[in-house]
């Protein structure tokens, strides 16, 4: 072992007349502690947040949204789709038709989306169809229900809180309202239809669930008063290529095409959730720059303490540079000691975090209910060497003040 790393423990090391010196390097080695732990567990909250969200938004919505402007919609859906499967990265294709309406059951109403889907095809773009919590999706496919005595009524499937709002479930009988009005002599009335709810839905997105009915193609064309479909909705096999794939049917297909990818539709939730996660970071981060100003509190209070032993080694032969590394090595022994224990604090943290679910937030605002913590082997690694470094960088002062200690004058007056 190097006599600069011996001497560097062996100051670490209080005896009983230099305990507040080495308790000032213990308050240190906390700090330095309690910022990357702090860190670690914040870089898993935003992490997690961010990836939860992406992951249920992934499997509630497509990635890309085509929209033929120049005939009013998609009036061939059919062969559009089979176009649009030839391109690369493209998985599933399925038309859809989308408009605001209104929801009545008893004395209960809601405004909700109402989504008109093709049952064949919409599991390759959504996972709608395995997120059925009661009934089955297929139904809304079916032939009008005409069961007991009551008229034959097309279906219609509802999210899980939606459903709950209504206090409806399946087999319940609740009355659509669209704004396409129908000629009345009383004027333009809107367009009501009695629907059978066949199931109910939880995509684990609170907007999803409290704001969306679910048609089948033909019956929201109906209501809607729409003569096509209005986008084809598409799959990509990666998520990062698909804006490319947006670009690549504009390029091909020309101006008649209006797409809209994944990104563009949440661009404001994720800048939001970055720029949080960017703000949190520097927050956290300045309690590991005051745990390094402690350091150096810590070392100059260690080089006075220690000016006669300075003294001592240079007359015996050590060198400044051999002075300077003791200090260096002390200084970096506590960020290390510190980093370490913070990063397994940390980790250890958030697994308590995201395995028990202690972590709960309101499901309006940020659409789920509680939050996952996700460790990134990087962003950790980013942590330990950013805290390291900036408790190298505060031995450098010290260390150097150290190495130009006058062996005489500490020897005179020491």
Do not use: W
């Amino acid at each position: 072992m190097p006599y600069e790393l011996q001497v560097a423990i062996r100051y670490l090391i209080a005896r009983r007349r230099q305990a507040f010196v080495s308790l000032i390097s213990l308050v240190s080695t906390l700090g330095v502690a309690v910022g990357v732990t702090a860190l670690v567990v914040a870089l898993a909250l935003m992490t997690g947040l961010q990836g939860e969200l992406r992951d249920r938004m992934l499997g509630s919505m497509p990635h890309v949204y085509v929209a033929k402007i120049a005939e009013g919609g998609v009036a061939d859906p059919a062969r559009e789709r089979a176009q649009l499967l030839k391109l690369p990265h493209v998985v599933g294709a399925a038309p859809v038709v989308i408009g605001p309406a209104l929801v009545r059951a008893g004395e209960r109403s809601a405004f909700v989306t109402l989504k008109g889907v093709d049952p064949a095809t919409e599991a390759t773009v959504t996972e709608l169809p395995q997120r059925m919590t009661a009934g089955r999706f297929d139904a809304l496919s079916a032939p009008p229900d005409a069961s007991g005595s009551g008229p034959r009524l097309d279906g219609i499937a509802l999210g899980k809180d939606l459903a709950t709002s209504l206090a409806v479930r399946p087999g319940d009988v609740v009355t659509v309202l669209t704004p396409e009005g129908t000629l009345t002599p009383m004027g333009v009335m809107p367009r009501a239809r009695s629907l059978r709810v066949v199931g109910i839905f939880s995509l684990g997105l609170y907007e999803m669930d409290s704001a969306y009915a679910v048609l089948s193609l033909p019956v929201g064309l109906r209501l809607m008063g729409k003569g096509y479909p209005d986008y084809i909705q598409l799959k990509v096999d990666d998520l990062y290529q698909a804006h490319a794939v947006a670009e690549s049917i504009v390029a091909a297909h020309g101006a008649a095409y209006q797409v809209q990818d994944f990104a563009q539709m949440n661009q404001s939730l994720f800048s939001a959730l970055q720029l949080e996660k960017m703000a949190v970071s520097i927050t956290i981060g300045l309690i590991v720059m005051v745990a390094a100003l402690n350091i150096v509190a810590s070392l100059v209070l260690m080089v006075m303490e220690k000016s006669r032993d300075i003294a001592i080694l240079k007359t015996m032969g050590a060198t400044r540079r051999s002075i300077s590394i003791v200090f260096m090595l002390q200084g970096t022994l506590i960020g290390l000691a510190g980093t370490l224990a913070g990063v397994a604090l940390g980790l250890g943290l958030s697994f308590v975090l995201d395995r028990y679910r202690l972590v709960r937030i309101p499901t309006d605002v940020y659409q789920i209910s509680y939050v996952p913590f996700r460790i990134e082997p990087f962003a950790v690694a980013v942590v330990a060497g950013a805290a390291l470094l900036i408790c190298f960088l505060a031995t450098i002062y010290p260390s150097r003040q150290a190495s130009r200690l006058d062996p005489a004058e500490a020897l005179r007056h020491g």
